[in-house]
T-cell receptor
Framework: DSGVTQTPKHLITATGQRVTLRCSPR?????VYWYQQSLDQGLQFLIQ???????AKGNILERFSAQQFPDLHSELNLSSLELGDSALYFC??????????????FGPGTRLTVL | KNEVEQSPQNLTAQEGEFITINCSYS?????LHWLQQHPGGGIVSLFM???GKKKHGRLIATINIQEKHSSLHITASHPRDSAVYIC????????????FGSGTQLTVLP
């Protein structure tokens, strides 16, 4: 158990809908990262927050947004869902801002299926 | 061409064999991360290294920054080592993000 929790574990929804994925980092970790893992693209970095502020942005679509709240939990919002958004979404956390000594601890993931 | 490439894509070994998984990257990185993804999907961080070698139990990771190459070795492999092993390069500078390889599916047979 990494100490990172994600809810829900599974989510099935329809095209055009909007969903929210939630992540609670390990106690004491200030950074939260979101990743998408699809069959054709593999693992991709989406976005990072550090202590409530956006720190780095990767291949995140404009239909997706995220935020980190004062209690450090984070939410990833996916809207106007398409079939291609079906994937495993992982959250990870670390103490700092992804320095070379900063291990990232991964949550169990949310499996999103868009029908 | 991917910025981070792994080989082999698939590897089958007999229990007890010494295993090597390779990772090459074409971009500058500040560190390299090795991850293990279990059949159920969960991801565990194995190593983060920026130089030299690290060892944890039967796992050894090495990196040569000049040659842009890293290896993950598993000694005395066991069926419970069966998983997907993924390397990821940490970009330098302020925008520190991981770029992932496509993974190596390892199957260790009893």
């Amino acid at each position: 158990d990494s100490g990172v929790t994600q809810t829900p574990k599974h989510l099935i929804t329809a095209t055009g809908q909007r969903v929210t994925l939630r992540c609670s980092p390990r106690s004491g970790d200030l950074s939260v990262y979101w990743y998408q893992q699809s069959l054709d693209q593999g693992l991709q970095f989406l976005i990072q927050y550090y202590n409530g502020e956006e720190r780095a942005k990767g291949n995140i679509l404009e239909r997706f947004s995220a935020q980190q709240f004062p209690d450090l939990h984070s939410e990833l919002n996916l809207s106007s869902l398409e079939l291609g958004d079906s994937a495993l979404y992982f959250c990870a956390s670390s103490v700092g801002v992804a320095g070379v000594a900063d291990t990232q601890y991964f949550g169990p993931g949310t499996r999103l299926t868009v029908l | 061409k991917n910025e981070v490439e792994q080989s082999p894509q698939n590897l089958t070994a007999q229990e007890g064999e010494f295993i090597t998984i390779n990772c090459s990257y074409s971009v500058g990185i500040s560190a390299l991360h090795w991850l293990q993804q279990h059949p159920g999907g969960g991801i565990v961080s194995l190593f983060m290294l920026s130089s030299g070698k690290k060892k944890h139990g039967r796992l050894i990771a090495t990196i040569n920054i000049q040659e842009k190459h890293s290896s993950l070795h598993i000694t005395a492999s066991h069926p419970r080592d069966s998983a997907v092993y993924i390397c990821a390069g940490l970009s330098p500078g302020s925008a520190r993000q991981l770029t992932f390889g496509s993974g190596t599916q390892l199957t260790v047979l009893p």
